[in-house]
């Protein structure tokens, strides 16, 4: 019995000639092989060489990429640091602030004599048991008088009676002294705390204010404390230039009522705020007439109003600094001309050897990029180096624009790269491989 012994080494040819379409030489089969894509990696090289050949002139091309990255990567930074002052300075009026304010609606008395159903101490309290999350709260009575100030002296005053808590919902800066504390108000001691402006008006500084005294409707209140608010309001809250403050207990004597012009509240945290607002609203209108109005004003609306303008500004400089990049990205554009030009033979050469036209232009295209993108990568590393030294040198904390800025300024510098390495590209691989071979 024979056996056929079959060589593997001879199958192959014979597979392969099976599968060879009729009629495709060898020839033809080499010839479709050369004119496959070249790998990325080869692109890659042959781009980094390119860059090797010529670095004097790429490098002075990259500038302008460097320069526009690291502006864009500043800009934003500088945005972001700008935003973040504008929302602590305007935070600074109270952390997480709900004043309610009585707005309108009269309760009728006898003989038809209307008077206005202000808020009272009560709702105050009631507000504190039903919502969560009040960390402080405090009334305020508001009381206008001539005061005594010694030597027959007397000036125009607002007196506020408010609780030792007002302090930490309105965020007051201290001066000089001291604030007055649970056992004034409970003791209902005659004590009171000026603001800065009329404490050197009357004293010159802050600290001769602090243990003078001053009579108010002949009954003698001793300054403990100056105090400041800690932006400068301009006469927009209910704080002006001439007020003094005393514990809400002793108010009450001046104005001979329960009745509160407003109410503070200062919420645990931001995310609670407009849900405090809303639901404090509602149970203050439950406790009093339908016709009357209360609001909540909050720094909310401010505040993302602020974020929006700071961004928007971010943006139309982040615009501006791209003005940059385009300059560059001519100025990159014409150097891959004078490259493309310098290296027709080399084209010609590679398009003999079958490289097709879109290798070429993926080629050149490539080299832009890459030229684009470094640029990109030491501008964006040079505009992140200032605000991480001023971070690490010295004590203000800048926003970092992470990972936006570089993303922002990394993408413009592809895009700029793919735009105006295009044409360079295209041109490059328009070219006719007999015209370049002939090229001197």
């Known amino acids: 019995m024979s056996s056929t012994i079959t060589n593997p080494a001879s199958e192959a040819p014979r597979a392969e000639r099976r599968k060879r379409p009729r009629g495709t030489s060898t020839f033809d089969l080499t010839l479709r092989s050369a004119r496959t894509t070249v790998a990325f990696g ?21 500038l302008g990429m460097v320069i526009g990255s690291a502006s864009i990567v500043l800009v934003v930074t500088v945005g972001l640091t700008g935003k973040q002052y504008a929302i602590d300075t305007i935070s600074g009026l109270g952390p997480n602030k709900v004043e309610m304010q009585y707005s309108g609606g009269l309760v009728m008395g006898p003989n038809n004599v209307s008077t206005p159903d202000y808020m009272t101490r009560e709702d ?22 001539n005061i005594s100030v010694g030597s027959g002296q007397t000036k125009d005053a607002m007196l506020l009676g408010v609780s030792p808590q007002y302090k930490q919902v309105r965020n007051l800066k201290i001066k000089a002294g001291r604030f ?7 003791t209902h001691g005659h004590v009171a705390v000026l603001v800065g402006p009329m404490a050197t008006e009357l004293y010159g500084s802050y600290q001769s204010a602090v243990g003078r005294t001053i009579t108010v409707n002949g009954i003698p209140f001793t300054v403990i404390g100056v105090f400041m608010e800690s932006i400068d309001t301009y006469g927009q809250s209910e704080i002006s230039e001439h007020t003094l403050l005393v514990p809400y207990e ?16 200062s919420m645990a945290t931001t995310a609670e705020v407009e849900p405090a607002a809303r639901h404090i609203t509602e149970i203050i209108q439950s406790r009093h007439r339908a016709t009357s109005v209360y609001k909540a004003q909050t720094l909310t609306d401010i505040l993302q109003t602020m974020g929006k303008v700071a961004d928007m ?3 139309v400089l982040v615009l501006a600094s791209g003005i940059t990049l385009i300059v560059s990205g001519v100025g990159i554009m014409n150097s891959m001309l004078a490259n493309v030009q310098s290296r027709i033979k080399e084209i010609g050469i590679r398009k003999a050897m079958g490289a097709t036209s879109r290798e070429i232009r993926m080629q050149f295209l490539t080299e832009a990029v890459f030229l684009s993108l470094c640029g990109g990568v030491l501008g964006t590393v040079l505009g992140l180096a200032l605000p991480f030294s001023v971070r690490i040198f010295t004590d203000f904390q800048i926003p970092m624009g992470l990972p936006w800025s570089a993303i922002i300024a990394l993408s413009t510098s592809m895009i700029v790269g793919i735009i105006f390495g295009t044409l360079p590209a295209n041109r490059a691989a328009k070219l006719d491989p007999v015209s370049t071979l002939k090229y001197e």
């Open 250 to 265: 002793v108010a009450r004597y001046f104005t001979g009522t329960d009745q509160l012009k407003e109410i503070f509240f």
């Open 313 to 315: 500004l971010t943006i």
């Open 42 to 62: 080869e692109t890659l090289r042959l781009a980094y060489e390119s860059f090797c050949a010529s670095k004097t002139r790429f490098l002075l091309t990259m």
């Open 180 to 186: 007055f504390d649970d056992q004034d108000a409970i």
């Open 124 to 145: 105050m309290l009631a507000v504190h048991e039903q919502v969560p999350g009040i960390v402080a709260m405090s009334p305020m009575l508001e009381f206008h008088d």
